[in-house]
């Protein structure tokens, strides 16, 4: 389907504004998203370009600097989330429960939230049959967890036309992939409807430091603006602040402390809370119902 | 030197000479002001069977996969949500607003023109889908339609064309002239409006900008969002230097999908908080910018 014909266009000037508990204006949505990268396939990002800019198979150099995030990144990234008691959504692609099941078993002790992220970093577009890797990926998490995920990231937030209906078929009840509004919305699907959280690729490691190149302290920079623009708006209306981190890129040791005091600052603030992406969904299946019925 | 000039249209040099600022006989501004500064926000249009024009996230190992949803909804967020925190800044500084509009955007966009509209804002025309005029199959008719989509929408022809990306060919300030079009800011090359020569009757070109622009600052430079303050303040103290004795334009230019931006969004307001009380420089809008200058300014040749 069309994406308008999903979602029609909506100015947010206009509409009704959901009410958030009691005493909460913001909630930050910190999300964690762990992957595998393929040896055999070219690596889903580089950080060195190989002399002369030929690419090259196996691409050793740019798989090592993946698996820091996983072998070092990660631990250093959980450290400061269970020090500020924040519950990340964890997306992860489903293969990474083979490989590295103890980062996996981690997050479950830890409480946290797993949301699915296809099997491993590959676009949509370019599996074969894409309903089948979102049922194995679900089915992989499930059985690793106990917990069918509700929650969906497409790799590189890619989607084919149809990808939403086949998470729908799947059981999936949100996603992140679609970065248009302020507030979750509800989208439609061929299967059931499903809600659309408000994500971002501007508190987004990869965009900020893998593409643009921004130096470390551009991390808490940008995420204070941020934040303070938002902090200001939502005495008028909620706000969501989704902060996307790859144990690669936040977990090394020149970014970690941008994203503890990042955290710790905007944490401090009254009326901001973390909520893993669960728990707005909950929120807004109640709250969002009852303001369309209103 | 002397270039191969092409079969239709015109090579610049054609249609304006090479002339230094400095030696021009000065212009003068109504109540001694020194400086115009017009500010445009370009509402896009952006089709998701397409490729996007512009890209945030490209996909894991890179290419450019088809559909590409995720920067489809980026650029639809500025619509949504950004356009409507930048048009307070307009609002809380009474800025004249200026809208580069894709023609499709007028229709899919309702509640932006109408607000603007309502602000007596002026529209531009902006092609009418965000491609490149080189690759507009008919470049005539995609010039007439943006301006009779805008004239429906806001009962007023535009004045004032901006191709898609300021892409043209050869032909288009000719095609402008008789299409009725009075102004184009296309051509970054002086701080004062110039006339150009087409097949028909002249063209008159109103200083834009690739620098205080957030596509070129944000998305291609990569500078973090207080630079686009910071340059923009540049800008404009060194342009407030050089109107000593004759009048300069700056233009300030962006997108509500990057400008609109939480994080981008306080430094537009920023500018405007610092600039906006000074006496001698005017806000306007391109058309006020061309009847002024039609009026003062040199007559074309």
Known sequence: MHPRERLPYSPIEGRAPLRLPKGVRLV?????????????????????????????????PNWSWHE????????????????????????????????????????????????????????????DDERAVIDKSMDIIEKFSG????????????????????????????????????????????????????????????????????????????????????????????????????PYLSGVPHRIAHVERTFAEILSHDGVVAWDGSKILDWYLTEGRMRDAA | MNFPKP????????????????????????KGARMVVWTITNVEEWD??????????????????????????????????????????YDDFKIPGVMNVNGSAVNAFPDIVQACVDRKWEFVGHGFTQRNMQKVENERADIRKSAEVLEKATGQRPRGWLGPGLTETWETPDILAEEGYDYVADWVLDDQPVWMKTRGKPIL??????????????????????????????????????????????????????MGAPHRAKYFRKIFEKIRKKRDVLFWTG???????????????
């Open chain 1, 147 to 246: 917990r069918r995920p509700r929650g969906w990231f497409g790799p590189g937030l890619t989607q084919t036309f149809d990808t939403l209906d086949y998470l729908s078929e799947a059981g999936v009840e949100y996603i992140g992939d679609w970065v248009l509004d302020d507030e979750p919305v509800t989208i439609e699907t061929r299967h059931k409807p499903i809600v659309a959280l408000p994500y971002n690729f501007e508190i987004h490691d990869i965009v900020m430091m893998a593409l643009q190149h921004h130096p470390s302290d551009e991390w808490h920079g940008r995420a204070m603006d941020h934040f303070d623009v938002l902090y200001a708006e939502s005495a008028e209306r909620p706000k969501f602040m989704a902060v996307a981190c790859h």
């Open chain 2, 205 to 258: 070109n109103i200083p834009y900008t690739q620098e205080c622009n957030d596509v070129a600052m944000m998305l291609i430079q990569h500078h973090k969002a207080s630079e686009f303050y910071e340059r923009a303040m540049d800008q404009f103290e060194q342009i407030y230097k050089d109107a000593k004795g004759s009048a300069r334009v700056m233009a300030i230019s962006v997108h509500p999908y990057i």
């Open chain 1, 68 to 127: 820091y995030g996983m072998r070092v990144g990660f631990w250093r990234l959980r450290k400061v989330m269970q020090k500020l008691n924040i519950n990340p959504t964890v997306t992860l692609n489903a293969r990474v429960c083979e490989t590295y099941p103890s980062v996996v078993k981690a997050c479950i002790d830890s409480g946290w939230e797993l949301n699915a992220h296809s099997y491993d970093q590959v676009p949509m577009h370019k599996l």
């Open chain 2, 287 to 301: 058309s006020q910018i061309a009847d002024w200058y039609m009026k003062v300014g040199p007559k074309p040749q």
């Open chain 1, 28 to 60: 930050v949505w910190p999300v964690l998203a762990l992957e595998e990268w393929d040896m055999g396939r070219p690596m889903a990002r580089m950080v060195i370009s190989p002399p002369q800019g030929q690419p090259m198979l196996p691409d050793h």
């Open chain 2, 48 to 89: 998701p069977t397409q490729t996007m024009p512009r890209t945030v996230l490209t996909p894991p190992a890179g290419g450019s996969p088809m559909p590409d949803i995720p920067n489809w909804c980026w650029h639809e967020y500025g619509n949504r949500v950004g356009f409507w925190r930048l048009l307070q800044v």
């Open chain 2, 7 to 30: 079969s239709v249209g015109m090579l610049p040099n054609d249609r304006l000479d090479y002339s230094a600022i400095t030696k021009r006989k000065p212009l003068k501004l109504p």
